[in-house]
Each structure stands twice: as structure tokens, then as C-alpha cells.
């Protein structure tokens, strides 16, 4: 008896420690068990059991009474609740649908959106879900080497040596986390992709994930190699047109069919940085996309096609996706989608919106999003992407698109995506995913409530900081419409000196902010490259002239004086300077917003956010000193002297060289260049 009570005492103490130990592991998903509901589900299946176990464990309200029902006003994925007689009714006409259902009844109860046990007179219901996309896809940039392109949050979740033997927990996590925002693909491995995924040998361990991720609703696909009939197979050429080469994919298709018959598709990243595609053989782009959508066509399999291409010619690098795809308008099969950047040039704080998405009216688009934070600060900054999307979808009508990739910020680290905030755009993406007219508001507030146990007043605080985070982050890094001002390779501090001789210019941070005596800014007016042509007419002419344009955009578009007068009457040089001066100002108020919520979070996750914004502190003001004190040479023009001095010489700052190296350059005519 006595040893019976003294186990029961450990084994309490254990759960409570558990508890208390908040290591970021449980994301969003931290309700537990406090009483059982009775949940009714049409039949066992392997999704509809989640279903149920999910609502079991944790859902508090009134019965729930999962029906699989078509309805005219649902989509496959879409789901209707409302209470009817004591009871949660949930239809949808597929069990994924009611599985989303059931995470959406869970998100309801922990963003308090029910508020009594009893929810037949909530005013919540009745409610009727349907997702803005049908395919809503998270990439991964992984290597096989468990290597991550621009990860910043550990290893590659894939363990491909133990697969597919062995099967980390963590696969099914990830399955559940992404089911739990709607999230329904993921292409498992990095765009520069190993033609070695297609193996025989690699399929099977693609097929291991596939069987584990398909009851969450999630399905696989996979980069490939426009090579890979060379590389894996010896043929003597890639050419799409070529008839041994077509057999060689029909067939590597139909393998891979056979071992995951939901499979959805591949996704290509070709003549673009050194990867190989159709162009290498004199063909287009919409040659190579095709062939390999007919190879996937009879299993309704599909192809994501990247538009992110640009070389070292003449032509602004801003220009040349639009100059390269806008003339394959129409020529696609519709199983391909062109997978394009939401901004012309890569991932940018601030971008203007790549104007292919409104200048291919015949070719299906989706727009590819980066989570991972490779511009924003990488896992070091705390930066909420939200607004950044909501900006894009301002121009570009989400449902003009046919659907959505985000590059995943996840990998091994405990809490997934390294910084506790990371976990935000995760789940952001797969709320907008969902439902792109949520706000960024209400996506803040629910992911706070959700994540940490904070009163309203808390939440609001840091929903604030949150929603200011991402023009904090464009202020101190290149506010006005500057751009890749990065250093070299690892894009995460400042190097607008930056110039290697015998480099592609393009990759010089100079290409991009052409600072002399006379000015800064790139012209890409109708009196310099003219990419302001490439938008609808509208805003061509808005964005032509220094006066209209918008002035976050206005060193993108124009190449202006240092004493050009900004709407306020300051000059361009002071505006810059006081831009710089308020990203590095918010970073300090989120410092002290942060730490003022100390007793309000729990100690580990607190320590670790608290640590990275000092990170992030220290950032900002070497950004700020960096590019002020560089321009400056060039404007010889004080700083305002109400703003904080530079603390750094520019000559240290200059040979300040950072040890990372995660990026793996794919190709040798990177490497050549590649300090
Ligand atoms: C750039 C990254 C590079 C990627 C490339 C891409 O620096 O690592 O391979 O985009 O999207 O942002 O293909």
C-alpha cells in the first residue's frame, strides 16, 4: 500500500515536471486530457480513429457526432458544424475533412471562441469551413545527407539511413501538426535536387513516410532532377522530347506509383542556378513540364514547375522570370502548376509582387512563400511573417491562384523551427493556406493562445510586437525598397560593400543599390530597366514615377539623389537614416515587452526567446551601422545627430566573417565563385 502511494507520488511528480517542462515540443497542440466526451464516428478507419482519439483526449463540450455527408456547399476538404439537440454535429463529405473538423473544434476550445461546456447555444455555430486551396504544400529543401538548404532549426526530420526500417515518432508528429492547420502535401527533399531520390532504394523510404503520413490526410511528393534519366540511368541525354528519355520517366513513374498510389506529384526546380532542365537541350520550359505531366497525368499526378530562373545576361535580374515564362502563357497541360515566388527577385524583407502572377491569365500559378527565415534573420529573429502574405494577397487575389507552397522552416531541434516564434509562420501558413481572408490579428492571437497559457492583456502585448516584427525587421535591414544588401552565401548579415572579383554581378549586393555620389536605388523606370512595365498598367505608371510610387518600394523602382525630398520634406538620406534608427528602436521595445511577461511564460521558453531578441538586439544595430555608415561614404551627409551614434567602425564591421556554412552549393559553377 505504503509502496503503491509512494509510485503514485513519482508518478505524479513526473507529470507535473512533464508539464511544467515547456520545451516548444507540443507546437500548438497542448490541450489535454481532462474529461472524456463521448465522440460517434461513422465507422473505424485509420483517419477517422485520429479523429476521434484527438476529440476524446481533449475536446471538453457537448457530444460530437461525425457524419460523412456530401453537401452542396462543401468542398472535399470543407466541413460544416452546428449543435442540434445536446449534440456537436460535424459533416463533411470526406474523413479528412472531419479530421480538419475535429482540429478546428479543438482550436475553437483553446482560443476560448466556445466559452461553456454546453455549445448548443453558441453563437459560433453553426459554421461552414471550405479551404481557399485545394492543395496547400509545404517544401522541404532537404538534403539526403539530413542537410537543410536555408534550414536554420537543426537536421532534416527525414533519418533516410533508418528509413525505411526504422520510424521516428517524430514522422507522425509532423503528419498531425501539419493536419492540424490543413496543411495536405509536402515535398519531402530540396529543389536542387539529388537525382538519388528516385532510386529504387530511396522510393522505398519515401514509400515508409507516404504509409505514415496518409492517414493525416498529408500526401508526398518529390523534387527531381531534370537529369536524373542521365544520372541514374546513363541515358545519353534529358532532352523531353527525346523517346527513350520519355519511356525512362513513364516508368520511373510507374514505380512510383506503384509503391504510393496516392502519390502527388514532382516538383522542379530547372535551368535556374546551375540545375539542369529542358533548356540544355534547346528546349522550353513548358517542353520539359509537359513531359513529365504526361508521364504523371494517368495516376493524377502533377507538376509543380518553378518560374525562379534568372542568369547572368544583360537583363535586370527583377525582369527576367516574366521575360522567360509570360511567353509560354497557355502552353502548359493542365497538370502543371508554375510554382512562382511571391517577389520578382528572391524572398526579400520587401518585395513588390513578381508581376507574372498577373500576366499569365492562361497558365494555372501558385505562389511559393518562404517560412524559413533565410532574409529575415534566420532562426536568430523573431519575425512574424503574416503580414508579409497578407501584403502579397493585397495585389495578387488569392483566388486567382490554383494553390500555395511555403519553404518549411522545421527540422530536429526540440521545438521544431529553432526560434519558439518560428512555430508561428508554420502555423500561419497553414491557417492562410486554409483561409486566406483570416487576418493577421486573429492568426496571432490564435497561435498565442494556443502556445502559451496568457491572459488577454498578455496576448495582446505580444500579438503587438508580433505584428510589428516583420516592418522592425525591413527597417533595420533595407527599408525603402533596398534590397540584397546580404552578405555572401549565408544572407543573414550585412555586406553592401560586398564585391568579389570575377563573381556574378547579380549576386553583388552593388547590382542591387547602385550607391554612388549621385544617389542609390535601382532604376528600373521607364528611363532605366523598365520592369515597372511588367505590371498591369495601373501600377506601371504608379510605380514609374518617384512622386507616386509607394515609398517602401521606392529604391526598388528608382535610383534617386541623396537629397531627394520625401513626402515629409526630409531628405532621402535622413528618411533612410530614421528608418534604420526605428527597426533598431522596435527590437529594444520588444525587449522590454518580452521581459515584462516574464511570470507569465514559462521559464525555458521565456529564457530562449528572451536570449535570441538580445541576438537580435546586437543585429539590428550592426545592420543599422553597417549600411548607414557604408552609404554614408557616399552621401557624405550626417546622421541625424537626435539618432543614436554608430557604436562600430565600418572598417571591423567589414572583416567581420561568419562561420556558417549551411549552405551546400550544388553546382560548380557556384562553387567557382563562391568565396
Ligand atoms: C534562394 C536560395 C537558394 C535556393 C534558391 C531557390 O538562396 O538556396 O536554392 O533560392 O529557391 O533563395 O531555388
Known amino acids: 500500500m505504503k509502496y503503491k502511494a509512494l509510485s503514485f507520488f513519482y508518478i505524479t511528480l513526473l507529470f507535473i515536471t512533464q508539464m511544467a517542462a515547456e520545451d516548444g515540443s507540443r507546437l500548438w497542440l497542448r490541450q489535454s486530457t481532462e474529461k472524456a466526451t463521448q465522440v460517434i464516428a461513422p465507422h473505424p478507419s485509420p483517419t477517422l480513429d485520429i479523429a476521434v482519439n484527438e476529440l476524446r483526449q481533449s475536446w471538453k463540450g457537448d457530444p460530437v457526432l461525425l457524419t460523412l455527408k456530401k453537401d452542396k456547399a462543401l468542398k472535399p476538404d470543407g466541413f460544416r458544424i452546428y449543435a442540434e439537440n445536446g449534440k456537436i454535429r460535424v459533416i463533411s463529405p470526406t474523413e479528412t475533412g472531419l479530421l480538419y473538423a475535429s482540429y478546428h473544434l479543438l482550436r475553437l476550445q483553446a482560443t476560448h471562441k466556445t466559452t461553456s461546456q454546453s455549445f448548443t447555444h453558441n453563437t459560433v455555430f453553426p459554421l461552414v469551413s471550405n479551404p481557399t486551396y485545394h492543395l496547400r504544400i509545404l517544401n522541404h529543401w532537404d538534403n539526403l545527407d539530413r542537410t537543410i538548404e536555408r534550414g536554420y532549426a537543426g537536421q532534416s526530420l527525414w533519418n533516410w539511413e533508418d528509413l525505411p526500417h526504422i520510424l521516428s515518432d517524430r514522422y507522425k508528429d509532423y503528419a498531425r501538426a501539419n493536419a492540424s492547420i ?20 530511396y522510393l522505398q523510404k519515401v514509400k515508409a513516410l507516404a504509409d505514415v503520413f496518409r492517414s493525416y490526410g498529408l500526401r508526398v511528393y518529390l523534387s527531381v532532377n531534370f537529369a536524373s534519366p542521365m544520372a541514374l540511368d546513363s541515358l545519353s541525354t534529358a532532352d523531353p522530347l527525346n523517346k527513350e528519355v520519355i519511356r525512362w520517366w513513364k516508368s520511373k513513374v510507374k514505380e512510383i506509383y506503384h509503391l504510393i498510389p496516392d502519390f502527388g506529384g514532382f516538383l522542379v526546380k530547372a535551368n535556374s542556378e546551375g540545375q ?27 507538376v509543380m514547375w518553378r518560374a525562379f530562373v534568372y542568369s547572368p545576361s544583360d537583363a535586370d535580374r527583377a525582369k527576367q522570370a516574366y521575360l522567360e515564362f509570360k511567353p509560354l502563357d497557355g502552353q502548359f497541360r493542365d497538370n502543371v502548376i508554375v510554382q512562382v515566388k511571391n517577389g520578382p527577385v528572391d524572398f526579400q524583407p520587401r518585395e513588390p509582387y513578381s508581376p507574372l502572377f498577373t500576366a499569365m491569365a492562361h497558365t494555372p500559378l501558385m505562389v511559393e512563400f518562404q517560412i524559413t527565415q533565410e532574409y529575415l534573420g534566420h532562426s536568430n529573429h523573431l519575425a512574424y511573417l503574416s503580414p508579409m502574405w497578407k501584403e502579397f494577397f493585397q495585389f495578387v487575389p488569392p483566388h486567382s491562384l490554383k494553390a500555395i507552397a511555403g519553404v518549411a522552416n522545421i527540422g530536429t531541434d526540440v521545438n521544431w523551427c529553432g526560434h519558439s516564434f518560428g512555430q508561428a509562420n508554420w502555423y500561419t501558413f497553414g491557417r492562410l493556406a486554409w483561409d486566406s481572408s483570416l487576418s493577421s490579428e486573429v492568426i496571432a492571437d490564435e497561435w498565442l493562445q494556443q502556445t502559451f497559457d496568457l491572459g488577454e492583456s498578455e496576448v495582446l502585448k505580444v500579438r503587438d510586437l508580433m505584428l510589428q516584427s516583420r516592418e522592425a525587421v525591413v527597417d533595420y535591414m533595407m527599408p525603402l525598397g533596398l534590397h540584397h544588401l546580404f552578405a555572401w552565401g549565408h544572407h543573414y548579415g550585412p555586406e553592401p560593400w560586398c564585391d568579389i572579383p570575377g563573381a556574378r554581378p547579380d549576386w553583388m549586393p552593388s547590382y542591387y543599390h547602385k550607391a554612388d555620389k549621385n544617389g542609390i536605388g535601382f532604376n528600373r523606370s521607364s528611363t532605366g530597366s523598365h520592369a515597372t512595365a511588367q505590371y498591369p498598367e495601373e501600377l506601371a505608371n504608379q510605380y514609374d514615377h518617384p512622386d507616386t510610387c509607394p515609398e517602401h518600394y521606392l529604391l526598388w523602382f528608382h535610383h534617386l539623389p541623396w537629397t531627394y525630398q520625401m513626402k515629409n ?5 535622413e528618411k533612410l537614416c530614421r528608418h534604420y534608427d526605428h527597426g533598431v528602436q522596435q527590437v529594444k521595445e520588444f525587449q522590454k515587452t518580452w521581459d515584462s511577461l516574464e511570470e507569465h511564460i514559462d521559464a525555458a521558453r521565456f529564457k530562449e526567446v528572451q536570449s535570441r531578441l538580445k541576438t537580435q538586439m546586437r543585429d539590428a544595430v550592426w545592420w543599422k551601422d553597417a549600411c ?16 543614436e551614434r554608430p557604436i562600430h567602425e565600418l572598417e571591423e564591421l567589414k572583416q567581420i566573417q561568419l562561420p556558417i556554412n549551411n549552405y551546400e552549393c550544388p553546382t560548380g559553377e557556384l562553387l567557382n565563385t563562391k568565396r
Open 182 to 201: 490543413g496543411i495536405n502535401g509536402t515535398v519531402l527533399n530540396n529543389v536542387n535536387a539529388s537525382p538519388e531520390i528516385l532510386s529504387t532504394d
Open 276 to 302: 539542369p532542365g529542358p533548356c540544355d537541350f534547346g528546349r522550353t520550359h513548358a517542353d520539359g513540364a509537359n513531359m513529365l505531366a504526361d508521364a504523371l497525368k494517368p495516376y493524377n499526378g502533377i
Open 569 to 573: 520634406g526630409q531628405t532621402l538620406w
Open 628 to 643: 548607414l555608415l557604408y552609404f554614408q561614404q557616399f552621401s557624405g551627409m550626417p546622421i541625424p545627430y537626435d539618432l
